[in-house]
């Protein structure tokens, strides 16, 4: 029984990494119109305030035009807030919204985690503050899983990196 749980657990995971590497490889292929498509995205479904969806747009515009002035004038531009996109996992679905001010991140707010039982919120409600304390640290969705909730850290650090391409961090 218990090597019958490991092999489930190894080819979920490795699914897990599969489906992100595939999500990420889509990403860097498509590059830069798919981080203004993301933020744009990002503001017809954030449910945050109006001047943070306009300092969204506003800054990927004038991220693109400036491009190739080097990536002091980039990091300096990316300010304001850029949601990631809406992972679905089996438990329910996550999503996440990241502030940026100075070209850093400083706030990582969860605008929706998985949900689908009584279980999953209480992992989820343990994870969310773990993640977002590391993600902050490390300005980065480069951060360890939590684990016991694999599932929920894998897509709320896959939505993460989706709203830091989206602020071309």
Do not use: C
């Not at 889509?26 to 119109?33: L, N």
């Not at 996992?89 to 991140?105: E, L, W």
């Amino acid at each position: 029984m218990r090597i019958r749980a490991a092999v489930s657990a190894a080819l979920a995971s490795a699914g897990i990494l599969l489906v992100g590497w595939q999500s990420g490889a889509h990403v860097a292929d498509t590059g830069s119109a798919a981080a203004t498509t993301s933020a744009t995205t990002s503001n017809g479904t954030s449910s945050g305030s109006a001047a943070g969806g306009g300092a969204s747009s506003g800054s990927s515009g004038s991220s693109s035009s400036s491009g190739s002035s080097g990536s002091a004038g980039a990091t300096a531009q990316a300010a304001g807030t850029y949601a990631g996109s809406l992972v679905q996992t089996r438990f329910g679905a996550v999503q996440v919204q990241i502030t940026v001010k100075a070209g850093a991140i400083t706030d990582v707010t969860a605008l929706q985690l998985t949900d689908e039982d009584r279980k999953s919120v209480q992992i989820s409600t343990r994870a969310a503050p773990l993640l977002r304390a590391e993600v902050i640290k490390a300005q980065s969705a480069q951060v360890q899983t939590i684990g016991g909730a694999t599932v929920t850290s894998a897509a709320y650090l896959s939505s993460l990196q989706a709203a830091l391409d989206a602020a071309n961090l």
